[in-house]
C-alpha cells in the first residue's frame, strides 16, 4: 500500500513560520488533504487538494506539493496552532485507497 | 448545523461486540460516502470502513470479516457493528463524511468520537 512520512514533532517560535512535510513516492501527482487536531479533539480540514483552504480556515495555513513531496506552511505561527497534523491521500486504484500520514506533532516554543 | 454524533462506545471483552451509531444532521447519510477513522492511544488515524449506499464497501485487513458498516436511511444513521473485538481494537472511533469528487476523497466533517476499550 501507498505509504506517507511524516516527521514525528516540528518546533517554531511564535510568529515564524513552521514547514510540516510529507513524502511520499510521486506525491505530486496526488492530491493531498491536511487536517489539523488539537488534543482531545477530533482532527479538522485544513487544507484539501493540495492547497485550497476550507472556509474558516485563516490565510496563515498554505500548502503546497510537487515531486516526492507535499508540505504544510503556516505563517505567523500562534499558540493556538499546536495540535498533531495529519497528510492523507486517496488512490482509488489501490485496494487500500484512502492513507493517512503518521502525524506530525507541531510544538509552539 | 452540520453535525455528526456517534454513541454505543464502553468497555468490553475481548471476543465481545459493540455496535455504534452515529446520528447526522444537516445532511442526508444516504447520498453521501461515510467513513470510520480509528485512533489509538497515542496513535495516528486509520481508516476502518467507508462505502457510499448501495456502492462499494471497504474495510481495513485488521477489522475485515469482524466489522460491518450498514446504514439506516430512515434514521439518517451510520452503524458500525463490531464482533470478535481485540485488544488492539481499542481507540477512538470517528464518524466522518467523506467529500468524493471524481476519485479523490477526503474528510470534510468528523464526529466528536466514540472510546471503545477493549479489556478484560
Known amino acids: 500500500s501507498y505509504v506517507l512520512t511524516q516527521a514525528p514533532s516540528v518546533s517554531v517560535a511564535p510568529g515564524e513560520t513552521a514547514r510540516i512535510t510529507c513524502g511520499g513516492n510521486?506525491?505530486?501527482?496526488?492530491?493531498v488533504h491536511w487536517y489539523q487536531q488539537k488534543p482531545g479533539q477530533a482532527p479538522v480540514l485544513v487544507i484539501n487538494?493540495?492547497?485550497d483552504r476550507p472556509s474558516g480556515i485563516p490565510e496563515r495555513f498554505s500548502g503546497s506539493n510537487s515531486g516526492n513531496t507535499a508540505t504544510l506552511t503556516i505563517s505567523r505561527v500562534e499558540a493556538g496552532d499546536e495540535a498533531d497534523y495529519y497528510c492523507?491521500?486517496?488512490?482509488?486504484?489501490?485496494?487500500?485507497?484512502?492513507?493517512f500520514g503518521g502525524g506530525t506533532k507541531l510544538t509552539v516554543l | 448545523e452540520v453535525q455528526l454524533v456517534e454513541t454505543g462506545g464502553g468497555l468490553i471483552q475481548p471476543g465481545g461486540s459493540l455496535r455504534l451509531s452515529c446520528v447526522a444532521s444537516?445532511?442526508?447519510?444516504?447520498?453521501?460516502?461515510m467513513t470510520w477513522v480509528r485512533q489509538g492511544p497515542g496513535k495516528g488515524l486509520e481508516w476502518v470502513s467507508f462505502?457510499?449506499?448501495?456502492?462499494?464497501?471497504y474495510y481495513a485487513d485488521s477489522v475485515k470479516g469482524r466489522f460491518t458498516i450498514s446504514r439506516d436511511n430512515s434514521k439518517n444513521t451510520l452503524y458500525l457493528q463490531m464482533n470478535s473485538l481485540r485488544a488492539e481494537d481499542t481507540a477512538v472511533y470517528y464518524c466522518?463524511?467523506?467529500?468524493?469528487?471524481?476519485?479523490?476523497?477526503?474528510?470534510?466533517?468528523w464526529g466528536q468520537g466514540t472510546l471503545v476499550t477493549v479489556s478484560s
Open positions: 466522518a463524511r467523506m467529500d468524493c469528487t471524481g476519485y479523490v476523497c477526503f474528510v470534510d466533517i
Open positions: 444537516g445532511f442526508t447519510v444516504s447520498t453521501n460516502y
Open positions: 510521486n506525491i505530486g501527482s496526488k492530491s
Open positions: 462505502n457510499h449506499n448501495g456502492g462499494k464497501t
Open positions: 487538494f493540495d492547497s
Open positions: 492523507q491521500v486517496w488512490d482509488s486504484s489501490r485496494d487500500h485507497p484512502g492513507v
